[in-house]
């Protein structure tokens, strides 16, 4: 007889812990979290970065809680809740919880203050007043995906099992990328209502506004078999009128129900997680149920050579060699094709300048070392700062390859499982967390004027200015090149490091799961009784079966 949610849970908790089903974890935190009566329900913001996640945040809450800037910000997972008074609380990665003033948010938040998470945070709590009408409701930010600069242990898609509502900001400027589907089919498997929120549409006339949504809406259902929802938002044009539409359609209707909702998400992802527990508990009584001989061949045919370890590492280093290969060369085509610009802008300031300059050869050499480490300083910075989209697009490649070796992984192994045992099992999917990438400061190489130096008192600059002048200005060519060359390899090994992380990642995850299924599949006869009796109670939680 089936009993309550919260019962129900706690029997497929108790079977998961007890058969070491360490895969299914994440899920089943989420649904722990969600079985609290008073827990607040995660409506959380979702997309690619600079999608305009934190700015639709700020709308909604009428003001500007969440950091916003001219490049990627958010780096950490942070969430908005009603409270009396506006408090900031900063949870660590320790479990150590510290209040800190409102104004101090971006400190612990942002990449630019809290460079590759230095101050190890796991989550950050906004309580504000501004969300009184909401209540119940907790607003999520997260790290953009295919940001370089969302990463530590709470990522987005690390995070995703704690969504119970999901807005899927998706930019005017590029609708429904490749990625764009495959967070909304993430988000679509984890949240019972999922919405994509299409930003940005200041951009678009009322025709072409019209045109893209329904777009949108024919991909959607071409690419999942049911309709979602598409709110057109800005936060730079009638944003009023868009901001009382996403109330109306989403956030009032939620709040005035929020303890449907929260039955609503745990119930699908209890019956997400109720079905794989299954999967890896029949196919433990499959071997169980096997002579010694039998069981062996069985865990042979299931482990074959196909989906050995040894051959996905092969396959993932291959992915990682091809990716790597591309690194270097993708930013130097980058840096070295802004040579012209900067090269000129260069040398239109630094004759500007030399016209003023005085002193003796000497003096003038070494100011011209230090004007030269400045202005290639200035001038590559900003130029580092954008590559974060050429790095974004290395990892995604990067983690598209090692998705399909893993997808294939999954699928020969599926094939294995069901030709031998009839049985389904539905894995999880490769939880990725995004490496720990910022934005690769500049190393401006020396310049070296040390032969001009030496001869300061023999050749006045009455006689050698002009030659001085010439010299200098014809080494900028070379100095800005060299200096374009080594921050691309600067970038290409900081990125390779990055896929080297996603590799080991990959591999770690094939490793869990095939280890998983070794141990269920090494099961004697006198262990057929307990699994056995465990589908028996998993049956009768009431909770969906395959």
């Not at 935190?29 to 913001?45: F, I, P, R, W």
């Not at 995906?145 to 709470?154: D, R």
């Not at 040894?310 to 993708?330: M, N, S």
């Amino acid at each position: 007889m089936s009993g309550g949610p919260t019962e129900q849970l706690n029997s497929v908790a108790d079977l998961i812990r007890r058969f070491g089903l360490a895969s299914l974890h994440p899920t089943l935190s989420a649904c722990e979290a969600l079985s609290g009566e008073d827990s607040s329900l995660d409506v959380a913001v979702l997309g690619q970065f600079k999608s305009g996640k934190s700015s639709l945040l700020n709308a909604v809450l009428g003001e500007a809680v969440f950091p916003v800037g001219a490049v990627p910000v958010t780096a950490i997972i942070t969430r908005a809740v009603d409270g009396p008074e506006r408090v900031v609380r900063v949870t660590h990665q320790d479990g150590s919880v510290e209040e800190v003033a409102p104004n101090r948010l971006a400190e612990f938040v942002t990449e630019a203050s809290n460079p590759e998470n230095r101050r190890r945070v796991a989550v950050v709590d906004v309580f504000t007043p501004s969300l009184s009408d909401l209540p119940g409701l907790r607003l999520v930010d997260t790290p953009g995906l295919g940001s370089v600069l969302a990463h530590n242990t709470e990522t987005t898609r690390t995070w995703m099992p704690n969504v119970a509502v999901a807005l899927v900001t998706v930019s005017a400027e590029r609708p429904l990328s490749d990625e764009d589907r495959r967070l909304v089919d993430e988000a679509r498997q984890m949240a019972p209502r999922v919405v994509v929120v299409l930003t940005k549409v200041d951009l678009l006339s009322e025709a072409e506004r019209a045109e893209v949504i329904a777009f949108l809406e024919r991909a959607l259902r071409a690419s999942f078999g049911a309709s979602v929802p598409v709110l057109p938002f800005s936060t730079r044009s009638e944003t009023t009128r868009w901001l009382r539409q996403l109330r109306e359609v989403v956030l009032l209707p939620v709040a005035r129900d929020v303890a449907g909702e929260r039955r609503a998400a745990l119930s699908l992802k209890l019956a997400t997680l109720a079905r794989a527990c299954h999967g890896y508990l029949t196919v433990g009584l499959r071997a169980a149920e096997r002579a010694d001989t039998e069981r062996e061949r069985l865990r042979a045919t299931v482990l074959n050579e196909a989906v050995s370890a040894e051959v996905i590492r092969d396959e993932l280093r291959l992915a990682e060699q091809r990716v790597c290969g591309g690194t270097r060369p993708a930013f130097e085509k980058t840096f070295v094709g802004q040579r012209g610009v900067i090269v000129q802008r260069t040398t239109d300031a630094l004759t500007a300048d030399l016209r003023t300059w005085q002193g003796n050869l000497a003096q003038q050499a070494q100011r011209y070392e230090a004007w030269m480490a400045e202005r290639v300083d200035a001038e590559l910075t900003p130029l580092s700062r954008d590559s974060a989209v050429v790095a974004a697009d290395l990892l995604r490649q990067a983690e598209g390859r090692f998705r399909r070796v893993i997808e294939a992984f999954r699928d020969r192994l599926s094939r294995n499982i069901a030709d031998a045992t009839g049985v389904t099992v539905s894995s999880t999917a490769w939880e990725v967390k995004r490496p720990e990438v910022a934005v690769v400061p500049v190393a401006v190489s020396r310049t070296f004027m040390t032969h001009w130096d030496l001869l300061w008192w023999l050749l006045p600059m009455w006689l050698v200015g002009g030659l001085f002048r010439r010299h200098v200005l014809g080494r900028i060519p070379w100095e800005v090149e060299k200096n374009l060359i080594r921050l691309a390899g600067d970038w290409a090994g900081v990125v390779d490091a990055a896929v080297s992380d996603l590799r080991v990642q990959a591999a770690t995850w094939v490793d869990t799961e095939l280890a998983t299924l070794d141990r269920l599949l090494r099961q004697r006869p006198a262990e057929a009784s307990a699994f056995c009796e465990a589908l028996r109670r998993l049956e009768e939680t009431g909770v969906p079966q395959p």
